[in-house]
């Protein structure tokens, strides 16, 4: 007698929940997802044109953004909002590292701090970095992280991040 498996067991979306557990076939698919997600909410794409776009099914997109795309009036959009995690850099304690968050609004936010750091860095625009100061974001495991706002600080991460690409270029250590 065969043994038959449920095609809805087999089938199930499973939704990635933490982006250092999945492959980097699997997280190139995941980000090229996020990139027809905004492409469809900020240029007002179809899933098929940012799908051809990106160069990916939209299938795949499917498979990866689950609910936050949404038949409406027989035309597939995209929600406003998502929970899904996303890997970001960030600046902490005069460090760089790379933060977890879940959803598009923690996403935003550090992408905001991204702004003003370059503001304050490239233009010196003094008051770039109040927004920032005693702020902090949680990331997807629930740890805080604090936003370096310390201009010196800032500074040497910023060399730091140039000697570094010089020598990699360059394959130097």
Do not use: C
């Amino acid at each position: 007698m065969k043994r038959t498996t449920s095609s809805s067991s087999s089938n199930k979306k499973r939704r990635i929940k933490d982006l250092d557990k999945i492959t980097p076939k699997q997280i190139s698919k995941y980000e090229d997802s996020l990139e027809v997600l905004q492409l469809m909410r900020k240029q007002k794409m179809t899933l098929t044109k940012a799908s051809k776009t990106v160069g990916i099914s939209s299938k795949t997109v499917k498979r990866h953004l689950g609910s936050v795309i949404q038949k409406k009036s027989n035309r597939i959009i995209a929600k406003q909002n998502d929970n899904l995690p996303r890997k970001i850099r960030m600046y902490q304690n005069g460090k760089e590292i790379w933060v977890q968050v879940r959803g598009n609004k923690r996403a935003a936010e550090i992408a905001k701090y991204h702004g003003a750091v370059g503001r304050r860095l490239n233009q010196g625009q003094a008051d770039a970095m109040k927004n920032f100061e005693n702020k902090s974001i949680k990331d997807s495991k629930g740890k805080i992280h604090k936003f370096e706002t310390n201009l010196k600080k800032l500074q040497d991460i910023a060399q730091r991040r140039e000697e570094s690409e010089f020598f990699s270029i360059y394959g130097g250590k």
